[in-house]
DNA sequence: CAGTGGTCTAGACCACATT
DNA sequence: ATGTGGTCTAGACCACTGT
């Protein structure tokens, strides 16, 4: 094999890491797009001067990450919001008994504000900055069971209009993705228990004060950059927040 | 190589696959404990018959899983339980501001009860077998803020008393790997949101009708076992449940 | 059929930890 | 110095997909 020169930032990194790099730099620079093939492993690694090994070892942590999925016999494909498993990898409510379900989503508003101190905060944005606010309502099993409430940067998404929101026939985050090339790649959320305040009350149906799950989500794309903040206001009287941990048992040396 | 026969049960999978199903079996027949080390990679190589990249293989997917850890130069361990990590692992409450703390652990009442019907479907167990339960309360930041009520299958912790859970300078799940050999590999949370009990609400000093947050846990040994029951009710003024998502490591079938 | 990813081998050398 | 895990290679063959 020719020898090939290892980059000056990669000194110290494991080959494949550097190679996963730069596969994640070409994704970032949009050479394959969200639903298309990347090129097949045996030219992966002719370009990057590698054995399928080392590349394997560097699409192993891509797809473990969720940046890109391998079909068998069909190719490897950069992640793509319009499946499936991506709506349920983000949305953790279901029910408490019975099978998952798709929300059915009701629009009710679009508006352009200036951020909150709470918010600014947490998008990682200055004070006051621009951002766009939509308003939904979900309904699960054919009652209004979750108000979400959404703040987007104005500078990822310039030009977001109502009728692109309530039109749409995707997921938020395909529309993201798709019209604003905003790639959610990993999500946070912190939940507590709240009283349903007049407004949210209103729009579930539901006494004031009713104990309902408050979870605040942040959405990161590359970089870690914040690019959504949510807010969902869920009535947990048939439904669930899930989660599941695998656990982090360490030596004792350690 | 010689010819090594594959097992009848483990045709269509692959053999890395077997290899990490065998080591599985020697970690549950108690071969290797939690803590000590299992045999160098060469020396398991030998053993199974495979390669080194076959068994790598392997033990990523176990250390994956939190069920091996390697350290490079020294080995690869039994994963065990310190007390240090319970936190980052299995505790997800932290104050809504400022570090993450310890909780400070108050020992209330250790009952032996029949299981109630939900109970009993959450672990896996028959209607009205016995369980130990115990209640503690959780005190964070110098104040009250979680009420635990744990329920153990009687055929995992027979034999558990009262003063091995209130002298015990551990966390409880160590407790469970020291005393009773019950390693806790992974857990699942339900969450919702509920208003305080007047039991509850007496034991954190809050009004009753309190909006709190709900947790209901399971926690599973190796085959998916239940081994505890916990519902954890968090006063959720000051704190708040801490979940990130990155990576939905599920691919069977696909 | 040809092309893809999936598995597996039998080495090699490196980095790290312990003796 | 020895033994450990960490990385990497250059092949091989298998299983699956589409034409």
Same mark, same amino acid.
């Given at each position: 094999?020719?020898?090939?020169?290892?980059s000056d930032v990669a000194l110290g990194m494991p080959l494949y890491r550097e190679v996963k790099h730069k596969i994640m730099e070409a994704l970032r620079d949009g050479e394959w797009k969200p639903g298309e093939?990347?090129?097949?492993?045996?030219?992966?690694?002719?370009?990057?001067?590698?054995?399928?090994?080392?590349l394997r070892k560097a699409v192993d942590e891509?797809? *473990?990450?969720? =940046?890109? =999925?391998?079909?068998?016999?069909?190719g490897t494909f950069v992640a793509s919001h319009s499946q499936d498993r991506y709506m349920f990898g983000f949305f953790h409510i279901c029910p408490k008994t019975g099978q998952k379900e798709y929300p059915k989503v009701e629009f009710i508003r679009l508006s352009r504000e200036k951020v909150d101190a709470d918010g600014a905060k947490r998008l990682g944005v200055a004070r006051g900055a621009k951002v766009v606010r939509i308003l939904n309502r979900l309904g699960?099993? %054919?009652?209004? $069971? =979750?108000?979400?409430? =959404?703040? &987007?940067?104005?500078?990822?998404? *310039? %030009?977001?209009?109502?009728?692109?929101?309530?039109?749409?026939?995707?997921?938020?985050?395909?529309?993201?993705?798709?019209e604003f090339d905003v790639a959610v790649l990993r999500t946070e959320e912190r939940l507590d228990a709240v009283g349903a305040s007049a407004d949210v009350a209103a729009l579930l149906g539901i006494a004031e004060d009713t104990p309902l799950?408050?979870? $605040?989500?942040? *959405?990161?794309?590359?970089?870690?950059?914040?690019?959504? &903040?949510?807010?969902?206001? $869920?009535?947990t009287d048939n439904h669930e927040y899930f989660a599941h941990e695998e656990s982090t048992l360490r030596t004792p040396g350690e």
């Open positions: 094999m020719d020898q090939v020169f290892r093939p990347v090129p097949a492993e045996k030219r992966l690694c002719e370009r990057f001067g590698v054995s399928v090994g080392t891509l797809t *473990a990450e969720n =940046i890109l =999925i391998r079909h068998q016999g069909r699960l099993g %054919g009652r209004a $069971v =979750i108000v979400d409430e =959404i703040f &987007l940067p104005e500078r990822f998404f *310039a %030009g977001m209009s109502e009728e692109q929101v309530r039109e749409r026939r995707t997921t938020l985050y395909q529309l993201y993705q798709d799950l408050h979870i $605040v989500r942040r *959405a990161m794309t590359f970089r870690d950059e914040v690019v959504e &903040l949510r807010h969902s206001y $869920v009535l």
